[in-house]
């Protein structure tokens, strides 16, 4: 109702008024009801709902699709970046072992053997 007496407002006063214009939405909306009836205030409504149904429609489903599609890329960004560290893991330890022995036999060789 309030867009219609808008409408009503800023346009052209209708002939039945003399060319007077409207000064407020009260007097708009008391000028529908009485020469259109209390159903005049709600003329064009069923677009609007129509419009509201359907732009909340695409926004939800493109709304959950949007969801959807970030889980799918942030689950595959996170068992890549796991098998990365699972790969530079194998290749450090890869790299350590050999470390770690030749470490191991320059320890066992410094060090003087004694018996009992």
């Given amino acids: 109702p309030l867009i219609v007496a808008k409408v009503g407002l800023q346009s052209r006063p209708p002939p039945a008024r003399e060319g007077k214009p409207f000064k407020?939405?009260?007097?708009?909306?008391?000028?529908?009801?009485?020469?259109?009836g209390p159903l005049g205030l709600?003329?064009?409504?069923?677009p609007q709902i129509f419009k509201g149904l359907l732009v909340q429609g695409i926004l939800m489903m493109t709304k959950e699709r949007m969801e959807l599609l970030f889980m799918l890329l942030f689950a595959y960004l996170k068992t890549v970046r796991s098998e990365r560290l699972q790969r530079l893991q194998s290749e450090l330890k890869?790299?350590?072992?050999?470390?770690?022995?030749?470490?191991?036999?320059?320890?066992?060789?410094?060090?003087?053997?004694?018996s009992k």
Avoid: D, L
Avoid at 24 to 36: Q, R
Avoid at 42 to 46: L, Q
């Fill in 94 to 114: 890869a790299r350590a072992v050999p470390v770690a022995e030749k470490v191991a036999s320059g320890i066992k060789e410094a060090m003087p053997v004694t």
């Fill in 42 to 46: 709600f003329k064009g409504i069923g």
């Fill in 24 to 36: 407020s939405f009260g007097e708009v909306m008391a000028y529908i009801v009485e020469h259109e």
